[in-house]
């Protein structure tokens, strides 16, 4: 198995631009999340989903951010506009508690910096 | 005033020594634990779980002990090797039904020295 597959591994873009992130989690894996890691707050978790259905996106910080899972094998994080304080890196990883299987395997993330 | 970054706890030990990594959680209802290992520029692997009705489980070369009493949680690694230097993270889960997210402790670096 290739594990969970994000892209581009780095983004560099200009304050008010679009941003898309990519994610293909682990074949058969029916849950999904996206996290952020930034020195300052950690790793959070921004939104999850459970057969491609969003189940808590407490975590988004604003409506400036949206998720979406269109199928089983892809999910998109979307910051429109985008700000400098987003920059960070951006975490997908998938799960499939049904097998037991609680903890998550995650991507390799994606580093955004936005200028 | 403002916070101007995570001051992450470190760890320095020699090549060869035991490492104990510590971590508090905050959860009592928290009934399942997980050690993460995150190397610089990888996202987190992980390492080693626990759920809140053991007190211990081993690995290979890395054991995790549970005290729920004072909701604390440490992964002990033995024989540290070089490649064994990372950020360590603990993750708490509630559970219960259908939920599934892992809440993340800020980390601790650990150094390995050769």
């Known amino acids: 198995d290739a594990g969970v597959i994000q892209s581009p591994r780095h983004e560099v873009t200009e304050m008010g631009q679009e941003v898309t992130l990519r994610c293909k989690p682990i074949s058969g894996h029916d849950y999904l999340f996206w996290y952020r890691q930034t020195m300052m707050r950690g790793l959070e978790l921004l939104i999850y989903f459970n057969n491609n259905v969003p189940i808590d996106d407490s975590g988004m910080p604003e409506d400036r951010f949206s998720a979406k899972m269109p199928n089983a094998s892809f999910s998109t994080l979307k910051i429109q506009p985008s700000e400098p304080r987003d920059s960070a890196v951006y975490f997908c990883a998938s799960s499939f508690p049904g097998r037991g299987i609680y903890g998550y395997t995650f991507g390799s993330g994606t580093r955004l910096t936005v200028v | 005033g403002e916070s101007v970054g995570l001051h992450l706890p470190t760890l320095s030990v020699q090549e060869g020594d035991n490492s104990i990594i510590n971590c508090a959680y905050s959860?009592?209802?928290?009934?399942?634990f997980i050690w993460y290992k995150q190397e610089s520029g990888k996202g987190p692997q992980f390492i080693i779980d626990i759920r809140s009705n053991m007190d211990k489980r081993q690995g290979q070369r890395v054991t995790v002990l549970l005290n729920k009493t004072v909701k604390h949680l440490s992964l002990q690694i033995a024989a540290t090797q070089p490649g064994d230097s990372a950020v360590y993270f603990c993750a708490e889960n509630i559970g219960g039904g259908s939920n599934y997210k892992l809440t993340f402790g800020k980390g601790t670096l650990l150094t390995v020295n050769p």
């Open positions: 959860n009592s209802a928290s009934d399942y």
